[in-house]
């Protein structure tokens, strides 16, 4: 399938209403939409998981492309996806084309697959930082990660919005699953005051903590 192909069954799949809707959604104007649903987007992406050179080569002028492209390596075994880790990170520019992007290969290769989280951690581009927190989010909240989940966070640059986010949902996360972990974490109030009551704000809205652990964390909100 050429370009112009992949164009042409992108836009047989369009729905203009959830166009305008996902539009609202992305809050970025420079994103280009066509107004494909995801489930479709990843159907077409299945077809060129033997063909991910000449998907990539493909131009990153709409929206659904770029997540095809994504989506299309996230379906690869591991050894192969890892090729191309550099290059689909780098096409990110959204927070739903990062979200999305959460390649289940990864589960099981999490101590190999760290120095790539901890590089994308540590750079300037917010979607570079993003994808490296809800990586872990995805992956690796337990206990085994902990120190390095709440290392991670504390050095993420929360001035950008996006990644005060996903430090928060990644915190609020980890409240859930490893509760005294980041209780201890959020007690040390290394974070920001905004991102810090976020992550408290996000894990009370959880259902799967009990009221009294809700109380005791909105009473340490700074």
């Given amino acids: ?38 489930p479709v987007m990843r159907k077409i992406a299945k077809k060129y998981i033997d063909s991910i050179d000449e998907l990539l080569t493909f131009p990153d002028e709409f929206y659904e492309v770029t997540f095809i492209k994504l989506t299309a390596v996230s379906m690869l075994k591991y050894e192969k996806f890892i090729l191309y880790i550099d290059r689909c990170v780098a096409l990110i520019d959204n927070w739903a084309t990062c979200d999305c992007f959460a390649p289940k290969c990864i589960k099981s290769h999490r101590n190999e697959f760290m120095p790539y989280i901890r590089k994308y951690a540590g750079q300037n581009g917010e979607f570079y930082q993003r994808f490296a927190l809800t990586t872990l989010l995805h992956f ?83």
């Fill in 140 to 222: 690796y909240v337990e206990d085994d990660y902990a120190e390095t989940i709440f290392a991670l966070s504390e050095r993420s640059d929360t001035s950008l919005y996006y990644v005060h986010m996903a430090v928060a949902w990644l915190i609020a996360e980890a409240l859930v699953k490893i509760y005294d972990k980041a209780k201890s974490f959020l007690l040390e109030n290394t974070l920001d005051k905004k991102t810090h009551n976020k992550a408290i704000q996000k894990a009370c809205e959880s259902f799967r903590l009990s009221n009294d652990q809700k109380n005791y964390l909105k009473g340490i909100k700074r």
């Fill in 1 to 38: 399938m050429h370009y112009q192909q992949l164009l042409t069954e992108l836009e047989s799949c369009a729905d203009e209403g959830y166009k305008a809707f996902h539009k609202k959604l992305l809050k970025n104007d420079n994103v280009k939409l066509m107004g494909v649903r995801i």
